[in-house]
């Protein structure tokens, strides 16, 4: 769960309200007008809260499809709306793990800051499973989500990375940024959070999907087969 606050207007907006009370209090602890509910997709455990958090706090709430409970507003790829007084939302449609995952991009114009929240499409190091989707799916996915900024933050739905970074240095075992990241993981001292676009270009193997190792390691060489066999070595790793 997040919230997202723009400090000049105290208005912001939560993301995959799941546990009500917890984020409602928070919000009221930082003295956060909540204005806006984006959920990520329609999976229980992200948008299960929506209806007790909108008891408390009616807002617009956001999603991808119907399946969204609470739903108001359901957005399309590419659509646009702002938070407060200076940032910028763009929703991402990014199909497969649910064909409703919406990734959400922000910017903020006043201080340059840019983030995306990825629900369960994107984790640091991994992917979701491809529950109602295909690998085509989810390449595609991936690759709208690195066609943004380098510096761009990734906040994702769940922390999975000491396992995901353990899979992926057994694919790619000479990758120094994946070790470094396993290491950190390892030691406990790693969230997901803080990570960014430009890191997952350099430690995501679903992403690196040209790589010699993790090619050699799938036993494929079309990057969606790639993206297919590593979603079935992950599930069973």
């Known amino acids: 769960m997040y919230i997202i606050v723009d400090d000049a207007t105290q208005s912001g907006v939560v993301v995959d309200p799941y546990n009500a009370k917890l984020i409602t209090a928070e919000a009221k602890k930082l003295d956060v007008k909540i204005t806006t509910l984006l959920t990520t997709h329609h999976h229980d455990d992200h948008s299960g809260g929506n209806v007790d958090f909108l008891k408390s706090t009616p807002v617009p709430c956001f999603g991808g499809s119907s399946k969204v409970p609470g739903l108001t507003h359901q ?59 295909t690998a085509a799916e989810m390449n595609s996915s991936l690759k ?69 190792e993790v090619r050699s390691a799938t036993g494929r060489s079309d990057e969606v087969e790639v993206v297919q066999k590593l979603r079935e070595m992950k599930n069973s790793f």
Not at 77 to 87: L, Q, V
Not at 102 to 110: E, G, N, P, T
Not at 151 to 158: A, D, K, P, Q, S
Not at 182 to 192: E, R, W
Request: charged share 25%.
């Open 144 to 212: 709208k989500l690195m066609l943004l900024p380098d510096e761009t933050l990734v906040y994702t739905g769940h922390e999975y990375t000491h396992g995901s970074a353990k899979f992926g240095a057994a694919v790619e075992p000479t990758n120094s940024d994946l070790q470094t990241l396993l290491s950190a993981a390892q030691k406990g001292d790693c969230v997901s959070n803080g990570y960014t676009i430009g890191d997952e270009k350099k430690w995501n193997v679903f992403i690196r999907t040209g790589e010699e």
């Open 75 to 133: 957005v399309v790829d590419n659509e646009t709306f702002k938070i407060g007084a200076s940032i910028d939302v763009k929703c991402i449609h990014t199909p497969c793990h649910t064909q409703d995952s919406i990734c959400y991009f922000l910017q903020d114009s006043k201080t340059g800051e840019r983030a995306v929240f990825t629900g369960d499409t994107l984790f640091t190091a991994g992917c979701g499973r491809f529950f109602e989707g």
